[in-house]
């Protein structure tokens, strides 16, 4: 049973425009959301995050928009730039016990020059 | 910045070795976790720990095992390496109300 699920595999932009990354969640009880980056053979790095509490979250280029009723949430990029082509990962946690990170099965995105 | 280190970054190892995969952080959080992936596929739990002495299995059953003597330290070991084990594992650190922070992971091979 996927608890995160990031439905489209790959995603292709034109360098300036808007990218848009979508996450879908099944467990009620998540309550704290993270995006992060990945490149090949790398670590995850993290980008960005939100609370439960919370409907958006800005930081420079990056804003994420969570809708509780629908259990969704969305990263914003814009505008989108070269270096902005990796896998970006949703993930969500309990905020309380072990803080366990349940990931989706990413998206590869893909900024065309 | 992120202060969590793993080494090696690359191991390529034959099937019935026994291998220890490094994980180090200078950050003094409690909580340590071990994620494995496979490529295009999503991060999976394998261990973490809530602190010193404290070892969980993670939501991906795993042959690997874990220890945790002192804080900043959170080894994984094979016993047995097996092609099966092929993948990248991932060690990660969290405080309380901070993002997970990633080391750089390891590329394990089993020849």
């Known amino acids: 049973d996927q608890q995160v699920k990031q439905n489209s595999p790959s995603l292709s932009v034109q360098e300036g425009r808007i990218s848009i990354l979508n996450c879908d969640y099944t467990n009620s009880m998540f309550d704290y959301f993270l995006w992060y980056k990945k490149y090949p053979a790398e670590g995850p790095t993290f980008l960005i995050s939100?609370?439960?509490?919370?409907d958006k979250n800005e930081d420079g280029r990056f804003t994420v928009f969570l809708n509780k009723s629908a259990k969704h949430l969305s990263l914003h990029i814009v505008p989108s730039q070269p270096g902005d082509s990796a896998v970006y990962f949703c993930a969500a946690r309990k905020h309380q016990g072990a803080q366990k990170l349940v990931f989706g099965q990413g998206t590869r995105l893909t900024i065309n020059p | 910045e992120a202060d969590i280190y793993q080494t090696p970054r690359y191991l390529v190892i034959g099937t019935g070795k026994k291998i220890t995969l490094e994980c180090s952080q200078t950050m003094g959080h409690d909580k340590m976790y071990w994620y494995q992936q496979d490529p295009g596929m999503e991060l999976h739990l394998i261990h973490y720990?809530?602190?010193?002495?404290?070892?969980e299995k993670g939501d991906l059953s795993s042959e690997s095992t874990v220890s945790r003597i002192r804080t900043e330290h959170f080894p994984l070991t094979l016993e047995s390496a097996r092609p099966s084990h092929t993948s990248q594992y991932l060690c990660a650190t969290t405080g309380q109300y901070t993002e997970a922070f990633f080391g750089q992971g390891t590329r394990l091979t089993v020849v």
């Open positions: 720990s809530y602190g010193v002495n404290s070892t």
């Open positions: 939100i609370s439960s509490i919370k």
